[in-house]
Nanobody, 116 residues
């Protein structure tokens, strides 16, 4: 399965961005992982194929929303109220099981830069 991410860019603090990812095949779970400069990767959000179980990193709860279109094998991350701490390379990920930092499928990273 190949993943193609889009979106990202630069925005001022308080702004919004939307990331999207398209997979070439079906997977059980989808999500987003980010890596900020000098920091370890962290799972930002994930959703399973049924769309019933979602996970959000504590620091993004209430600001980010993950959504999925099962039929189109796409998912998105709507990011609102962005802060400079959200600056990172964001990767879309997918797996045949729950999303982890060792998930099977990774898209190319897309840079999100939030300026103060």
């Amino acid at each position: 399965v190949q993943l193609q991410a889009s979106g990202g860019g630069s925005v001022q603090a308080g702004g919004s961005l939307r990331l999207s990812c398209k997979a070439s095949g079906r997977t059980f779970a989808q999500g987003w992982v980010r890596q900020a400069p000098g920091k370890e990767r962290e799972i930002v959000a994930s959703i399973n194929w049924a769309g019933k179980d979602t996970y959000y990193l504590d620091s993004v709860k209430g600001r980010f929303t993950i959504s999925r279109n099962f039929n189109e094998n796409t998912w998105s991350l709507q990011m609102n109220s962005l802060s400079p701490e959200d600056t990172a390379v964001y990767y879309c990920v997918a797996d045949t099981a729950r999303i982890t930092l060792r998930s099977k499928y990774w898209g190319q990273g897309t840079l999100v830069t939030v300026s103060s």
